[in-house]
């Protein structure tokens, strides 16, 4: 009897790991995470806000007291050898930043976490594009199969955000951490090489200079490809 195995790769080789290089589009460019030239904008970004607060729930750092504090973390973060961090800029300001992290180039899989966007980048063409961005450099410029997004089970912004950019669900990890002292059940999501042509065809559409106004509003929502 001959047991299902899966199928044979015509390409089994491995992909490339993440470096630390610069990604421009229309919107936003992605550069090397540095405290020396990022940490005072994200700073000032909205970060040294106490009612600002709220953005740090779901991550495994902050909030800051102060900015010493929030600059060594920053430090950290540029200078880590198991993620890639990337610092998101608007007109040449820092207002966000995202990893490339748990990176298995063998397998060929790779996931994208510690997204901070501060409220100068949230729900902007900025945003969307930081992602359509890193999804482009791991798909055709590194060659994974594989792209993954986890969050807090809680984090329904974050869940929603992975489903409007294309990835699948997956499933829930159960008692998956300990995050700041408490429980985290882990929500997976993932995009395949084999739908990436149609994810990416969707973003260009969107990303397009036809779909905004001429004061910068978006006339098309972002389909799903």
Not at 16 to 34: K, W
Request: with cysteine; hydrophobic share 45%; proline share 4%.
């Amino acid at each position: 009897m001959r047991l299902p195995i899966g199928e044979v790769l015509t390409d089994a080789g491995a992909a490339e790991r993440p470096s630390r290089v610069s990604l421009a589009g229309r919107f936003t460019t992605l550069a090397p995470l540095s405290a020396e030239l990022h940490a005072e904008s994200l700073w000032t970004a909205g970060l040294n806000d106490p009612a600002n607060d709220s953005l740090w729930l779901y991550l495994g750092d902050g909030p800051f007291a102060d900015f010493d504090s929030f600059r060594a973390a920053v430090a950290r973060k540029a200078a880590a050898e198991d993620a890639v961090f990337f610092a998101i800029l608007v007109c040449g300001r820092a207002v966000g930043y995202a990893s490339l992290m748990r990176i298995d180039a063998a397998n060929r899989v790779v996931e994208v976490g510690n997204i901070l966007y501060t409220p100068l980048l949230q729900r902007t063409p900025a945003a969307t594009e930081a992602m359509f961005l890193l999804m482009q450099y791991v798909f055709d410029g590194l060659g994974y199969r594989r792209y993954e997004w986890k969050c807090n089970s809680c984090n329904e912004p974050s869940r929603l955000a992975a489903a409007r950019l294309g990835f699948v669900y997956e499933g829930m990890f159960r008692q998956h951490m300990i995050m700041k002292g408490r429980n985290r059940d882990t929500a997976w999501f993932s995009m395949l090489d084999s739908e990436w042509p149609a994810r990416k065809a969707a973003f260009l559409e969107f990303l397009d200079a036809g779909n905004f106004s001429a004061e910068g509003r978006q006339i098309s929502p972002l389909r799903r490809g």
